[in-house]
C-alpha cells in the first residue's frame, strides 16, 4: 500500500525555524520526483520546492534562499527545511511523489505567529 506520512509541523514565531518530513512506503521513491506542497487558511494548494531523483531542487520564489529540500533514498523520505518563517507561510504543508497516481498525506500544519 503506497502510503505517505507528513511530520515535523507545529508552532512557530516569525523568524523560526522548522524541519518538515516525509516518509513513503509502498513504492519504488527513488525513481520520482519529489515536490512539498502547501494551502495556507483560506487558499489553494501551491508548490513550495522540488527535487529530482538526482538531486535537483527548485523552488518557488517566496521561499527561494529560506526553504531547502532534500531526499533520502536509501529511507524513503524527503525534507523541508524552513528557516526566517514569516507569518504567510502558515499552511498545511504536504509532500507529493511525481508518479501521477500516489495519493496525498495528511500533511502537516505549520503556524507562524507572534
Known amino acids: 500500500q503506497v502510503q505517505l506520512v507528513e511530520s515535523g509541523g507545529g508552532l512557530v514565531q516569525p523568524g523560526e525555524s522548522l524541519t518538515l518530513s516525509c516518509a513513503a512506503s509502498?513504492?519504488?521513491?527513488?525513481?520520482?520526483?519529489l515536490s512539498w506542497y502547501r494551502q495556507p487558511p483560506g487558499k489553494e494548494r501551491e508548490p513550495v520546492a522540488s527535487?529530482?531523483?538526482?538531486?535537483?531542487?527548485i523552488y518557488v520564489d517566496s521561499v527561494k534562499g529560506r526553504f531547502t529540500i532534500s531526499r533520502d533514498n536509501v529511507k524513503n523520505t524527503t525534507s523541508l527545511q524552513m528557516n526566517s518563517l514569516k507569518p504567510e507561510d502558515t499552511a498545511v504543508y504536504y509532500c507529493?511523489?511525481?508518479?501521477?497516481?500516489?495519493?496525498w498525506g495528511q500533511g502537516t500544519q505549520v503556524t507562524v505567529s507572534s
Open positions: 507529493r511523489v511525481l508518479d501521477g497516481t500516489t495519493p
Open positions: 527535487i529530482s531523483p538526482g538531486g535537483a531542487t
Open positions: 509502498g513504492i519504488p521513491f527513488s525513481r520520482y520526483a
